[in-house]
Nanobody, 125 residues
Framework: VQLQASGGGLVQAGDSLRLSCAAAGRTISSYATGWFRQAPGKEREFVASSNWSGGSTYYADSVKGRFTISRDNAKNTVYLQMNSLKPEDTAVYYC???????????????????WGKGTLVTVSS
C-alpha cells in the first residue's frame, strides 16, 4: 500500500485546510487509518484516527473539536479537515494505515503498517 498525503500549505491562524491521503496498491477499506504530525524539533504525535468504516473516530485532546477525520472507501482516500488552525498546529502531517480494522492503543503509539510521505502545514499568527 502506498499512501500519498496532500493539501498542506501556508495559512493564517483561524483558517481551515483539508488534507487528503490517497491510497494506491490495494484497497484500505478494511484498515484503520490515522493522521500524525511532527513539528520542528519535536517528536511525532498522534492527531486523529478512524476505524475501517469511519464510524468510530478518535482525536488528540489538542485538536478535538477543531479537526475531523473522515474517509471515502469508494475513493480509497482519507481526509483530515482542520478548522480554527493555530500556529501550534504547524507541522508535517503524515497519514498512516493499519491492517487491523479497529482503533487500539497501538494507533496512538504510531504502530501502523503503512505510512505516507508528509505534507507541510504552516500556520502563521
Amino acid at each position: 500500500v502506498q499512501l500519498q498525503a496532500s493539501g498542506g500549505g501556508l495559512v493564517q491562524a483561524g483558517d481551515s485546510l483539508r488534507l487528503s491521503c490517497a491510497a494506491a496498491g490495494r484497497t484500505i477499506s478494511s484498515y484503520a487509518t490515522g493522521w500524525f504530525r511532527q513539528a520542528p524539533g519535536k517528536e511525532r504525535e498522534f492527531v486523529a484516527s478512524s476505524n475501517w468504516s469511519g464510524g468510530s473516530t478518535y482525536y488528540a485532546d489538542s485538536v478535538k473539536g477543531r479537526f475531523t477525520i473522515s474517509r471515502d472507501n469508494a475513493k480509497n482516500t482519507v481526509y483530515l479537515q482542520m478548522n480554527s488552525l493555530k500556529p501550534e498546529d504547524t507541522a508535517v502531517y503524515y497519514c498512516a494505515a493499519d491492517r487491523r480494522p479497529y482503533y487500539g492503543d497501538y494507533i496512538r503509539q504510531g504502530v501502523m503498517d503503512y505510512w505516507g510521505k508528509g505534507t507541510l502545514v504552516t500556520v502563521s499568527s
